[in-house]
DNA sequence: TCTATATGGTCAAGTTACTTGACTGTTCTG
DNA sequence: CAGAACAGTCAAGTAACTTGACCATATAGA
């Protein structure tokens, strides 16, 4: 059970220290579980339904995240190509920003850990874990 | 960020899978943030300010978090010897037997790990893990 | 000691990120 | 070309928090 709370805690940690960047660097109105969406999105696009599956939400629930965001400027509905029923959501040039910035702060944060225990280290705990649980949820079960 | 996914990835696999195995030992009315509540209390109890900052929330959170394993038989409030103010929260037995279902379980699962990449591995992933977080937050942050 | 401030806890109300349920329009399947 | 499956939306409900106000006790300073 320690290490359960010891894993949470650095997911929670690294969580927390990456929103923290991302709102340094200027986007304020946003929460961890929209970088994830951000995730999927960034490679063409995605739709609300497949947003939910990577989420592990329902279909309501992602598709209300994909209004907020944008609503906010960080993508955009699009008609999709090939099925009349679905939308293609695709960031925009400040979804896609936001991304980029996301993607500095988790270098500054895993770069603290290098420091702490070296490259390799940081590397073969990656590995490690994903192999332990590849198709793990993203969000919280609590 | 993939790191980061990693992370999330298996702490939720990790969580779920103990609160299913704590559910299949007869405990189906707890969620895993109650675990890290009872792994508080196990040593001695504590009061709800202190369970407030072990959890990361207010304590007016948790309260009505005592509140209710109370109610569900597995904890007591007792008065604080030696300040009358605080009341000091105490597992019950029932709140023990489930602590250890919850240790169970997780041996369980990480066994299962083990099998996968070598008690030793495991081992030093979780060393790992205890020195790059120490403090981190418990409960998600998003 | 007496007063001021800090602390532990509770009560009440509000917020948010979800959920379930019902429905429309489109696409597959036999 | 009917009927099931599926993408999405609208509406309402819910659970786990939060903020704010308050009381009782404890601690520190004059």
Known sequence: MALS???LAVAGDLTQRIND?????GFTDIRPAHGFAFARLAPGGATATELAAHLGVTKQAASQLVDEIVRKGYAERRPHPGDARARLVVLTERGRACTRAAEEAAVDVVGGWAELMGEGEVRALWGRLARIAPHGPIKPAW
């Open 21 to 25: 960047g991302v709102a340094a660097r």
């Open 5 to 7: 709370a010891a894993l």
